[in-house]
């Protein structure tokens, strides 16, 4: 995955949520974004994947500028939310389907046997014609998960796809998750889940106070060179603890 | 034993109604006859399909208009969105009765449109447009924001995502406000009889002026009315089932 920043800014009216993050990252396959809540890792994810605007500078993923691409990036990228956002009036198989039909223009039968064999992968198949809200949240988030994977897209972007489950059924997303990295999937995850990123990622982007402090290989959770991060890490793991 | 007990109260009901309505003719003491207006039935049937036909004409452009005010008020066009408010705010803001005057008397004259009928399509569509696109409004708003954010971040287009994503989910919530809306509109069809248009209202009130039977002709005038409500407000419901089902 080829990820670059240029002084990139964000502003919601007067507040400044991200400011001037610059960053380039060439020959990584799994990013995993940390930092405190409110600090704009979110916000930069959404960013990246072209569905908020950008205040000032650039973003370009896998060479695709996010401003001039949008329609390109969003065949390209898989988006798993905080909440699953699995469209409420559709079955399970038709949450998949109809974006393969209507926007990737793969026909009716194809699109069926590619959700299919996906869903049967995730363990999902006997829930096929339930609707969102029949499903429990992992299971959600897991269809989820196979609704942005269906799209077979480059780059998948997880935006805190557990924090609302409990823990159980966090472990049952993460489980889910880890079997992309088996598969050599490329994906940014922003997350809390701070022992799941060490495990999974292979570049870490630690974001405080919308301002990128550090950014390294995994090594940084346990050597971390700024404040910002020791004093984040330190909370994260006395809490564990 | 449930699907029992739900005759049991429908048979309550019913008879409920039915002895209030024998006591009310019973303290009315009004001894009627049918025979001079039924007389006329053919005039009275004639008047009661001009309304039916008017109220589905209008309704059905009634829903063009609307969805047009809707997107209007939504546009990024800064003028689009001050016209279409405006336009409801002067709907909400007049009497009908005031409207059917002044756009048939004044608007009507202006623009030349002298077939009573067509005025009388124009003046509802106009009065309806504006609620529905409300009503509109507010089952796009209802439509939580993750179905926008998804849609767009899998790349739906606009129309792809209003055709396969907002509408199929609108469509349910605004049946219940749109059957309140629709009765309206067939009661409101009445006021047309001040511009003279041969609906139900007018016939009856013409078949009254010749039988002097009014108390009988208002009772046609009810449940010709009724006859077009119920089954409106039953079809609806049988949709919004059907609609729980595939939903």
């Not at chain 1, 993923?61 to 956002?85: A, M, P, R, W, Y």
């Not at chain 1, 995730?122 to 339930?130: A, C, N, P, S």
């Not at chain 2, 025979?35 to 039916?52: C, F």
Request: proline fraction near 3%; charge should be positive.
């Amino acid at each position: 995955m080829i990820l670059k920043l240029e002084n990139v800014k964000k502003k919601f009216g007067n507040q400044l949520v991200l400011d001037n993050i610059n960053l380039s990252i060439e020959d990584h396959h799994i990013i995993g974004m940390i930092g405190p809540s409110g600090g704009g890792k979110s916000t930069l994810l959404r960013m990246i994947a072209g569905f908020e605007s950008i205040t000032e500078g650039d973003i370009s993923l896998n060479t695709i500028d996010v401003k001039e691409n949008e329609e390109l990036l969003h065949k390209k990228c898989g988006f798993v939310f905080q909440s699953h956002n699995l469209f409420l009036h559709l079955n399970v198989l038709d949450n998949i389907t109809i974006i393969l039909e209507k926007v990737h223009k793969i026909k009716k039968d194809e699109a069926i046997k590619t959700a299919r064999l996906l869903l049967k992968q995730f363990g999902l198949i006997e829930h096929i014609e339930k609707k969102p809200d029949q499903l429990s949240g992992g299971q959600s988030q897991r269809v989820a998960l196979v609704r942005a994977l269906a799209i077979n897209p480059d780059v998948l972007l997880f935006d805190e796809p557990t924090s609302s489950l409990d823990p159980v059924l966090t472990y049952e997303v993460l489980d889910a998750i880890i079997k992309l990295k088996d598969e050599k999937k490329d994906f940014i995850i922003v997350t809390h889940e701070i022992g799941f990123v060490k495990q999974v990622a292979d570049y870490i982007v630690f974001i405080h106070e919308g301002r990128l402090v550090e950014h390294g290989d995994v090594s940084i959770i346990d050597a971390p060179k700024t404040k910002e991060l020791k004093n984040f890490l330190s909370k994260v793991f006395s809490w564990r603890h | 034993m449930k699907f029992k007990s739900k005759y049991i109260h429908v048979g309550i009901t019913i008879l409920f109604y039915l002895l209030l309505l024998l006591f009310i003719n019973y303290r009315f003491g009004y001894s009627y006859n049918w025979t001079s207006t039924s007389r006329y039935y053919p005039v009275i049937i004639k008047g009661w399909t001009q309304t039916l036909l008017l109220t589905f004409v209008s309704l059905f452009f009634s829903l063009i208009i609307g969805l047009i005010l809707f997107f209007m008020k939504k546009s990024s066009i800064t003028c689009l969105k001050y016209i279409s408010k405006v336009f409801n705010e002067l709907m909400f803001g007049t009497p009908l009765l005031v409207l059917v005057v002044i756009l048939y008397y004044i608007v009507g004259n202006a623009f030349n449109v002298n077939n009573k009928f067509v005025s009388a399509v124009i003046i509802l569509t106009s009065y309806n447009s504006a609620y529905i696109s409300e009503i509109y409004r507010g089952g796009i708003e209802a439509i939580p924001d993750g179905q926008w954010k998804a849609a767009k971040v899998f790349g739906f287009n606009e129309f792809q995502t209003y055709r396969y994503i907002i509408i199929p989910q609108v469509i349910k919530s605004i049946l219940p406000p749109l059957t309140g809306q629709l009765a309206l509109l067939v009661k409101s069809t009445a006021l047309l009889s001040y511009m003279a248009v041969n609906e139900f209202f007018n016939t009856i009130m013409g078949v009254n002026a010749n039988t002097f039977a009014y108390i009988e002709g208002y009772v046609v005038l009810a449940i010709g009315y009724l006859i077009i409500t119920i089954p409106i407000s039953l079809a609806i419901k049988y949709m919004e089932r059907k609609l729980q089902v595939v939903q």
